[in-house]
């Protein structure tokens, strides 16, 4: 069981929006503004796509955006596009010795 | 270009031994941070293990704690990982992943490798 719940899946049709939650607790999500999303095309390693909670990095689309209320983070994805159907896994760091980062269990997103 | 590119992985039977590598180009390695992230067959992310530019610090998680050792060859751009006390539930793919540079506060990783795959069976 992972430490950070996300929904298994959700879709949506190309040019709609869909937002992706992801919870945890106040000693990861809520305790820090260091949680990240990373998507993953199958057999691909993961890629980042947003950190610090809401900060995109150079060459991912501000169709991309992030945020965070209390120990629950979101993606949005705006303007579904064929490719980014993947799955798509929240991190926290969690700052434990013997759990410095915490991931979900991932959501896959299916472009309809 | 950043690239990280692990070996070493296979087949091992429970209570085997496996060194995995992580060769690194295209950045100063010796100035990141490291880390190994592993992911089981259908199954999410979990993170493995933590290590220093330097090599001074190192962290594991609970799952691997006693039983997997993380080093660095700054010299040969190179991260290791040394698995030994395998058990079923290690088989997964294992990724080397880039933390932060020396001197910043960075709590993400920016660039992974491709994956080698670990099963453990017999």
């Known amino acids: 069981q992972s430490a950070l719940t996300q929904p298994r899946s959700v879709s949506g049709s190309p040019g709609q929006s869909v937002t992706i939650s992801c919870t945890g607790t106040s000693s990861d999500v809520g305790g820090y503004n260091y949680v990240s999303w990373y998507q993953q095309h199958p057999g691909k390693a993961p890629k980042l796509m947003i950190y610090d909670v809401s900060k995109r990095p150079s060459g991912v689309p501000d169709r991309f955006s992030g945020s965070k209320s209390g120990n629950t983070a979101s993606l949005t994805i705006s303007g579904l596009q064929a490719e980014d159907e993947a799955d798509y896994y929240c991190?926290?760091?969690?700052?434990?010795?013997?759990?410095?980062?915490?991931f979900g269990g991932g959501t896959k997103l299916t472009v309809l | 270009e950043v690239q990280l590119v692990e070996s070493g992985g296979g087949l091992v039977q429970p209570g085997g031994s496996l060194r995995l590598s992580c060769a690194a180009s295209g950045f100063t390695f010796s100035s990141y941070e490291m880390n190994w992230v592993r992911q089981a067959p259908g199954k999410g992310l979990e993170w493995v293990s933590y290590i220093s530019s330097s090599g001074s610090t190192i962290y594991y998680a609970d799952s691997v704690k006693g039983r997997f050792t993380i080093s660095r060859d700054n010299a040969k751009n190179s991260l290791y990982l040394q698995m030994n006390s395998l058990r079923a539930e290690d088989t997964a793919v294992y990724y080397c992943?880039?933390?932060?540079?020396?001197?910043?506060?960075?709590?993400?990783?920016?660039?992974w490798g491709q994956g080698t795959l670990v099963t453990v069976s017999s």
């Open positions: 992943a880039r933390g932060a540079a020396a001197g910043t506060i960075r709590y993400y990783f920016d660039y």
């Open positions: 991190c926290s760091y969690a700052g434990s010795y013997t759990s410095l980062w915490v």
